[in-house]
């Protein structure tokens, strides 16, 4: 990243290159607004589901970026490719991916279920009360769907982009980063849809 | 980065997802908590969060990796000098920043107006100026806000030796969420105010 020339040509060249996919990515994020907007409407009464939101939309960030960015090393350095097809490096890196959403998902609902039960007792709030079971249920099925999605999603883009010739590093990020909110919302609507129709939350009135 | 392997990927990578997970709570609990009680001010505040924290997250990691990529060339030196260089980078973000909230902006108001009829939302029509406003003003102190922190936290994580393309883009994704969600809420507490909503 060699810096030539005036400062105005530095502003200029870093707005050039970050511009359009900034602007593909507002457009992608409004329609995953508009499903936590539905989300809301929903299940306006659930007490502390909401904090489950941003960790969630996290793990994308966190576990599918890195595994793009190790692919796309990982194609560079020819351990990967699409005609080797799901080697050794590759499950490596699949299976590091999921063990890593398993454990988050799994911190990640603890640690919401405490918050929720502490601001419960300090500003008590009537709603449904979602307990250790749903947190849990929720976040590990909302992780693991939406990982699958974007796991295959990642590793088909990365290796299609190599195969024809492509920069993975360039591509496969910007793609999984602005379809990850999509289906990480439109999951964790599924799976709170399944987990309340099994296990109802109690209801607290205040 | 030669060999992949479960153990090792798992090992690089816990440390970094523990101290996000407490970021990423606290975010939650505001978006809980505060967030939602708003949309009694403005209805449609949810629909632009997911956009709001991610333009502000994707920016300050993009300040980050400039800057940690500046660092490896020599061009900055291990005090952030010359300041020039570092001013023009954020210069140059902020500038992103604020087209990209503005695009935003635009975005929110269109959907205002072609849902409002539908979902029986009155808004009155003087206050579209105040909102543009609004979601660009706090876009751009929360990505500045967020970039500052990342610049700081790069500085600290190269002077200790460490590698901050691994540390830098986690934390500035998460700062940037909570960061995101407190600008936001006071965005719309000071315009429901102004407009004398509250």
Redesign the interface.
Same mark, same amino acid.
């Given at each position: 990243m060699a810096v030539n020339g005036s400062s105005p040509k530095l502003i200029w060249r870093v707005y050039r290159e970050a511009m359009p996919v900034l602007l593909f990515t507002v457009l992608a994020e409004l329609f995953a607004g508009t499903l936590l907007l539905s989300l809301d409407v929903a299940y306006a009464s659930l007490i502390g589901l909401f904090i489950l939101i941003p960790g969630l939309m996290q793990l994308r960030g966190n576990i599918s970026t890195s595994l793009a960015q190790r692919l796309g090393s990982g194609t560079h350095l020819g351990t990967v490719s699409w005609e080797q097809g799901l080697n050794k490096p590759l499950r490596a890196n699949i299976k590091a991916a999921f063990y890593l959403v398993i454990i988050m998902s799994f911190c990640l609902a603890i640690g919401a279920w405490l918050v929720s039960q502490l601001i419960q007792i300090l500003a008590p709030r009537s709603g449904y009360l979602l307990n250790l079971h749903h947190f849990l249920i929720i976040a590990l099925i909302t992780a693991l769907l939406a990982s699958t999605v974007q796991v295959t999603i990642t590793v088909t883009v990365a290796l299609i982009a190599h195969a024809r010739g492509l920069d993975p590093d360039n591509i496969t990020i910007p793609i999984v980063a602005a379809i990850g909110d999509i289906i990480t919302i439109a999951c964790l609507l599924l799976a709170i849809t399944l987990t309340l129709s099994i296990f109802p939350p109690p209801l607290i009135q205040i | 980065?030669? *060999?992949?392997? @479960?153990r090792k #990927?798992?090992i690089e990578?816990?440390p @970094?997802? $523990?101290i &996000?997970?407490v970021f /990423?709570?606290a /975010?939650?609990?505001f =978006?809980?908590?505060t967030l939602?009680g708003l949309?009694l001010i403005f209805p449609?505040v949810?629909?632009? @969060? +997911?956009?709001f924290?991610? #333009?502000t997250?994707? =920016?300050a990691g &993009?300040v980050g990796a400039?800057v940690t990529?500046?660092l490896y060339?020599g *061009?900055l030196d291990q005090g952030f000098r010359p300041y020039? =260089?570092l001013i023009?980078?954020l210069? $140059? #973000?902020l500038? @992103?920043s604020a087209? /990209?909230y503005a695009?935003?902006g635009a975005? &929110?108001i269109a #959907?205002i107006i072609w849902l409002s009829p539908i979902i029986g939302l009155i808004f009155p029509p003087t206050g579209f100026p105040l909102i543009f406003l609004a979601i660009c003003g706090a876009g751009v102190l929360a990505t500045a806000c967020t970039s500052l922190i990342g610049l700081i936290s790069a500085r600290v994580v190269y002077r200790s030796g460490r590698d901050p393309d691994s540390i830098i883009? +986690?934390l500035t994704?998460?700062v940037g969420?909570?960061l995101g969600?407190v600008f936001i809420a006071l965005a719309i507490i000071n315009t429901g105010r102004i407009l004398g909503l509250i």
């Open positions: - | 980065m030669t *060999e992949h392997t @479960v #990927i798992l990578s816990l @970094v997802l $523990a &996000v997970l /990423a709570l /975010a939650g609990q =978006l809980d908590g939602k949309k449609l949810l629909l632009m @969060v +997911p956009a924290i991610d #333009i997250g994707d =920016l &993009v400039r990529s500046h060339t *061009e020039r =260089l023009t980078n210069l $140059a #973000i500038l @992103v087209s /990209a695009f935003l975005c &929110v #959907i883009p +986690p994704t998460t969420d909570l969600i």
